[in-house]
């Protein structure tokens, strides 16, 4: 059975501090096999053409600010993928370049993987995300797919929502705006539909834009997810849903 490909809400590093998500994380992870390397693409990293991060000693990137103290303070010491690196490498067209870099993990890729696997003991690549294009990005998604068979996990991570210029209540409960409510209701009933086209439509078709996506970076990584599904109509499982500070954090996985 191939690994699983998972979309993952990342939040910011406060919100390892919720309860609710913390709980749904470890549980998704409990319910996954166990992965033998895991390759992410965060929301936080646009880089064209494709690079791959530190596969040597594996960093931290605190790129964000106005937070306490001891958020700047996590550590996440996994190992290095380099064998996983040259895997990704080798399934790119062969005119297209792959850079390497030395960049260490964003919070996009470690703030999950610190709830779901806090052991630190697997090893973790971070890929850029080239694009922000839906299609090619699918695309990108069907040639990574065989990784799933090796025992990958392929995580695409960015939040379902993120309106952050239009937030007007900043505490974790907050009330979800309509523009929030109503572009995650649409994505989940899209999603159980399995209408992929309609996704990648976006932009034109959800509610509550542009507010929910005033810019698209967050929502862009599901479409790697959804390219390295075995079946891209088929329905995902959704694991995790709600809201916190009034933006969606669903999360999916596909087969």
């Known amino acids: 059975m ?14 390892v501090d919720d309860a609710t998500w913390v ?14 390397a895991i390759l992410v693409a965060s929301a936080h990293w646009e880089s064209a053409p494709l690079m791959l991060g530190a ?8 790129d964000f600010g106005g937070f306490a103290q001891r958020y700047y303070e996590v550590q996440y010491g996994a190992p290095g993928a380099p064998a996983l690196a040259d895997r990704v490498a080798a399934l790119m067209p062969d005119h297209q370049t792959v850079a390497r870099t030395t960049r260490g993990l964003d919070h ?32 990108l998604g069907r040639r990574l797919a065989p990784l799933r068979d090796e025992d990958v996990l392929i995580i695409g991570s960015g939040f379902t ?3 952050l210029p239009f937030l007007r209540d900043w505490r974790p409960d907050a009330a979800a705006p309509g523009w929030s409510r109503e572009f995650d209701a649409w994505t989940a009933e ?21 507010y929910a996506h005033p810019t698209i970076e967050h929502f862009a990584p599901m479409f790697l997810t959804l390219g390295a599904s075995q079946d891209p ?9 709600g809201f916190w500070m009034g933006l969606a954090k669903r999360s999916f996985l596909v087969g």
């Open 2 to 15: 191939s690994m699983p490909a998972l979309f993952l809400s990342h939040g910011a590093p406060p919100l």
């Open 108 to 139: 996009g890729a470690y703030v999950p993987l610190t709830v779901m696997y806090p052991n630190a003991d697997i090893p973790v690549l971070q890929m850029s995300l080239p694009t922000l294009e839906p299609d090619a990005l699918l695309d």
């Open 190 to 210: 899209t999603l159980a539909r399995g209408a992929v086209d309609e996704l990648a439509d976006f932009r034109e078709r959800a509610p509550g834009m542009p």
């Open 55 to 62: 596969t040597d000693t594996v960093p931290l990137v605190y």
């Open 161 to 163: 929502t993120h309106g």
């Open 23 to 36: 709980a749904q994380l470890q549980e998704l992870a409990a319910d996954l096999p166990r992965p033998k």
């Open 233 to 241: 109509g088929q329905a995902p499982a959704q694991p995790i849903d």
